[in-house]
């Protein structure tokens, strides 16, 4: 680590830069750590991270509310400090999480390095499909979703409502698109997929012997629509939607679930009501 008196001599944002990749560093490092307890810093480093915490809350071209959450971090380093000397078990690094994960976003902030959400750092780490629990007959078909971000997030709403299995059209952005696998946080590795044309002939539109009916406007509100106990739920195109093809599979199936909007745009993010749907559909099945 660069030295704090070496740190003071930096043009500010250089300095803001050089401060931002240690915090970045210190939290992955806490995260990563298959026993989160204060073993893996030295008290050297927590001495650092205090001081660096009130080298910041100096900084006059920080907001009020940016210097309180400095002096708040500050006191959590102190206390972890402490916790060492007196070689306490009880480290809170719940606390220490949250301190350094501050510092980190009010900095990158500050050096006007914006934070999208597969940059968020990943608690969780490797997931276990064995401990996967799947609500058989659940199935999605993703048609012609093109953003790798839309992707990753349907995977992982889709994994935390037990779908048992993703369907993509042959133009959809791809799982493993780096952007798709960070948003999803490693459902991609634990949940069946294929691609597939479900529709590429009319008669297609009893899949796998499974009905289907499509996330799509003028359909049935939500509230009222009869969700099977198994079926394929079809979620369209940012842009145009649900094709003609699957929406004409649908309405000669189950039809049509759509989601009562009430503002002057009226619409809502396709990952956003395809966890709205999935949200209904397993609330309908019982599912606890």
């Known amino acids: 680590m660069i030295p704090l008196y070496k740190l003071e001599k930096l043009p500010r944002i250089q300095q803001l830069r050089k401060i931002t990749k240690i915090f970045i560093f210190a939290e992955n490092r806490l995260n990563q750590?298959?026993?989160?307890?204060?073993?893996?810093y030295t008290e050297t480093e927590l001495v650092f991270f205090s001081d660096a915490a009130k080298l910041l809350s100096q900084d006059k071209n920080f907001s009020q509310e940016a210097v309180k959450v400095f002096f708040e971090s500050l006191d959590v380093f102190k206390s972890m400090i402490s916790a060492k000397a007196k070689n306490s078990t009880d480290c809170g690094t719940g606390s220490l999480l949250r301190a350094l994960n501050n510092i980190k976003h009010i900095l990158l902030a500050e050096t006007g390095k914006d934070q999208a959400d597969w940059d968020f750092t990943a608690v969780n780490g490797r997931l276990d499909a064995e401990k996967r629990r799947v609500v058989e007959g659940m199935v999605v078909y993703m048609e012609d979703i093109r953003s790798p971000f839309n992707v990753g997030a349907m995977f992982r709403t889709a994994e935390s409502f037990g779908v048992e299995k993703i369907i993509l059209s042959p133009f959809c952005a791809?799982?493993?698109?780096?952007?798709a696998e960070r948003t999803a946080m490693g459902c991609i590795d634990i949940i069946p997929w294929e691609r597939k044309d479900l529709f590429s002939s009319p008669e297609n539109g009893a899949v796998e012997t499974l009905p289907v009916f499509a996330l799509e406007t003028g359909g049935t509100p939500i509230a009222d629509f009869p969700f099977p106990r198994r079926g394929i739920l079809i979620a369209g195109s940012e842009e145009l939607g649900v094709s003609p093809r699957a929406l004409a599979a649908a309405d000669a199936s189950l039809g049509r679930v759509s989601i009562p909007c009430y503002g002057t745009k009226a619409s809502l993010?396709?990952?956003v009501?395809?966890?709205?749907?999935l949200q209904a559909w397993s609330e309908r099945l019982n599912i606890d």
């Open 33 to 40: 750590a298959e026993n989160k307890n204060l073993k893996i």
């Open 174 to 179: 791809d799982p493993r698109h780096k952007r």
């Open 269 to 271: 993010n396709v990952s």
């Open 273 to 277: 009501a395809f966890g709205i749907a």
